[in-house]
T-cell receptor, first 116, second 110 residues
C-alpha cells in the first residue's frame, strides 16, 4: 500500500514568488492535513480538508491556502513568499473524520522549501 | 504557557537502559495523545497513541497517561542505538489537528 506522496521534495524560490505543493493521500484515506515544521516553531498545523472542504485552519496568514480535489488529493499554495516561509511542509492523511482512529495521522516525506 | 511542553534535551541514555520521555499539556479537555518519532531528515512516524488513563504497552514502548496531572510519558525499554531520534508528543484538538511539543532529542550511547 503506497504511503502519502508529496511533490516536489525540494524546491528553492525567491522572495515574492509563489509556490504550490501537492499531496496524494494513502488510498482510502479521505482526510488530508498540512503542517509546517521549522527549527524555531516546531511542527505547526496549517489546515485540514475532508470532502473538498476546509474543516479547520491554523494560525497562519492568508498567504497560505489549500484545496482538496474529489479524489482526495490536496494542494497547498503560499503566495508572496517571505524568508520565514522556509520550512519543511508535511502532508498527513487519515480516514474520514467520523471513522475510528480518524486522528491517527500518517505523514508524507515532506516538501522542503527554501526561500532566498 | 505552551500548549504542549517537552524537555528539548538532548537526553542521553546508555544502550540497554530505559529511556523516559515526558510531556505536559495545557488543555484539560484533551482526549487523544500521540508519540511520534522523527529521525533526522525524515518525517514523523507514529509510535503510540493513548486515549485512556494508565499504561499502554507495545513491544519495547510504553505510553503512560495521567489526565488529572495533564501528563503523558513514553518509556523505551532496552534502548537501542536505532532509537536515537527526536520524539514528538502530540495532543489532538480535532480530527486532524494535532498540537505538537518541540520534541525531545534522544541519543542512545552504545
Amino acid at each position: 500500500k503506497a504511503g502519502v506522496t508529496q511533490t516536489p521534495r525540494y524546491l528553492i524560490k525567491t522572495r515574492g514568488q509563489q509556490v504550490t505543493l501537492s499531496c496524494s493521500p494513502i488510498s482510502g484515506h479521505r482526510s488530508v492535513s498540512w503542517y509546517q515544521q521549522t527549527p524555531g516553531q516546531g511542527l505547526q498545523f496549517l489546515f485540514e480538508y475532508f470532502s473538498e472542504t476546509q474543516r479547520n485552519k491554523g494560525n497562519f496568514p492568508g498567504r497560505f491556502s489549500g484545496r482538496q480535489f474529489s479524489n482526495s488529493r490536496s494542494e497547498m499554495n503560499v503566495s508572496t513568499l517571505e524568508l520565514g516561509d522556509s520550512a519543511l511542509y508535511l502532508c498527513a492523511s487519515s480516514l474520514s473524520p467520523a471513522a475510528a482512529g480518524a486522528n491517527v495521522l500518517t505523514f508524507g516525506a515532506g516538501s522542503r522549501l527554501t526561500v532566498l | 504557557q505552551k500548549e504542549v511542553e517537552q524537555n528539548s534535551g538532548p537526553l542521553s541514555v546508555p544502550e540497554g537502559a530505559i529511556a523516559s520521555l515526558n510531556c505536559t499539556y495545557s488543555d484539560r479537555g484533551s482526549q487523544s495523545f500521540f508519540w511520534y518519532r522523527q529521525y533526522s531528515g525524515k518525517s514523523p512516524e507514529l509510535i503510540m497513541s493513548i486515549y485512556s488513563n494508565g499504561d499502554k504497552e507495545d513491544g519495547r514502548f510504553t505510553a503512560q497517561l495521567n489526565k488529572a496531572s495533564q501528563y503523558v510519558s513514553l518509556l523505551i525499554r532496552d534502548s537501542q542505538p536505532s532509537d536515537s531520534a527526536t520524539y514528538l508528543c502530540a495532543v489532538s484538538q480535532g480530527a486532524q489537528k494535532l498540537v505538537f511539543g518541540q520534541g525531545t532529542r534522544l541519543t542512545i550511547n552504545p
